[in-house]
């Protein structure tokens, strides 16, 4: 073949499988058939093939990680707990102890498997070099379960653990065999491991179910991505992910900027407003300015009639400033108007905090917002690290800093 193939250069006469002079007993070797540049088509693979093995990599991926996290948690607990207990009397096989005889057989195995590898040098971490290490989840659960008189001080109930880890099977095995794993299995592994996690105890990080979790994989890798959690098309399929409830309820510090920030104004009711404002929530909302002449190039640009987009920014602003004639503390209820060619709309939720949220889409030309796609951003300062380069800050710095940069030419509504 030619191209980037093996390419055999022809025979002598006497030497080549067709020989009529072959001895006896010698065996023939056909001739490779010439293919040309093309694979054959028993061995192609179509983009669509290609396309359904990378799908069924990335499930595999997401899946394995969290197994992962779930696997060392577990590990660790049943040390905790089960070494003191038996190490003391049996030593280095305290875990063949802890086994008993109902677990002799998988105990067993995994004590010739960790031979095993210590002979091929498998074992690249002296830590792994345990019994313990070379248990499987189901193991470590059968542990668990043989000594739970051991665990009940620490955990509340018995059956929590059972069904999350029960959930987690299906998953195990199919990501353990290599095989496919549907969307729904994998986003039941997802919840059960990251409600095992937080049942296990296993302290800051656990994703929980506040505003937007973090998952495991965003957790691990999500230095590759800046600090965008997540990319919709449009405003409606951000909304069935994260909706306005999720993304503005409980938030201690909301900052806006935008055209007439419908994300909030027509998602958000007043009287939620008017309570998050009273909880002690500071809010700072920018619109454009609905008298200026940018108001006016957007209206074009979408093909809306004259006044129209104004007239909506206008009674945005007129329904947050009923909001704020509610409050106590109107000081801590901001707004004001930008005259600036408007870039970007921006949510910024938390933005000092560790658990900060942003939702920001880029204005197009020919697209309402609400078509626009939407990046998820994930504050708290996380920076990214470029080989050989300083450190970065995520995309979110640059949007607080650009709403900042606005906020301070902007003009108050009185």
């Known amino acids: 073949m030619s191209s ?37 088509p028993e061995l192609d693979w179509s983009a669509d093939a290609w396309s359904e093995v990378r799908t069924r990599a990335q499930r595999a991926g997401r899946a394995y990680i969290w197994l992962n996290l779930v696997e060392q948690r577990l590990r660790a607990v049943v040390a905790a707990v089960l070494r003191p207990i038996y190490e003391p009397v049996h030593g280095e096989e305290w875990v063949v102890a802890a086994a008993g005889p109902a677990g002799q057989e998988w105990v067993q195995r995994a004590v010739a498997v960790r031979e095993v590898s210590r002979r091929k040098g498998y074992l690249l971490d002296p830590a792994d070099d345990n019994v313990l290490s070379f248990l499987t989840l189901p193991q470590l659960r059968e542990l668990m379960v043989q000594h739970w008189p051991c665990f009940e001080p620490y955990f509340d109930d018995r059956r929590d653990v059972e069904l999350a880890l029960d959930e987690l099977e299906v998953a195990r095995n199919v990501v353990s065999r290599n095989r496919a794993l549907n969307e729904t299995v994998l986003a039941q592994a997802e919840r059960a491991s990251a409600r095992l996690l ?38 409606v399929r951000l909304q069935r992910q994260l909706p306005a409830e999720d993304l503005f309820g409980g938030a201690r510090r909301l900052d806006a900027v935008g055209i007439g920030l419908n994300l909030l104004v027509q998602n958000f009711s007043g009287r939620r407003l008017v309570r998050l404002a009273e909880s002690g ?12 002449s940018a108001v006016k190039r957007r209206e074009r640009e979408l093909g809306l009639r004259k006044g129209e987009l104004s007239r909506s920014v206008e009674m945005n602003i007129l329904h947050m400033r009923r909001v704020r004639s509610r409050l106590r503390d109107p000081g801590a209820f901001e707004i004001h108007v930008f005259d600036e060619t408007p870039r970007f709309t ?37 920076s990214v690290v470029r080989s050989g380069q300083d450190t970065e800050h995520g995309l979110f710095q640059t949007y607080r800093e650009e709403f900042e940069s606005v906020w301070a030419d902007s003009r108050p509504v009185s």
């Not at 025979?11 to 540049?37: C, E």
């Not at 937007?212 to 997540?230: K, Q």
């Not at 197009?364 to 300062?381: D, F, H, K, S, T």
């Open 4 to 40: 980037g193939g093996l390419e055999l250069p022809p025979g002598d006469t006497g030497h080549d499988g067709d020989s009529s002079d072959a001895p006896p007993g010698a065996v023939s070797l056909a001739r490779p058939v010439d293919m040309g540049s093309e694979i054959g």
């Open 198 to 235: 937080e049942i296990l105890g296993s302290g800051a990080g656990v994703p929980s179910a506040d505003r937007l979790p973090v998952d495991a994989v965003e957790d691990l890798v999500g230095d590759r991505y800046a600090d965008v959690v997540s990319i919709h098309p449009d405003r």
């Open 281 to 292: 929530c500071r809010v700072r909302l920018l619109f454009l300015n609905p008298a200026s």
């Open 346 to 382: 921006a949510y910024l939720v938390d933005g000092d905090g560790a658990d900060g949220l942003a939702v920001v889409q880029t204005y197009l030309r020919r697209a309402r917002g609400m078509e626009a796609p939407v990046l998820v951003l994930r504050g708290g300062g996380r």
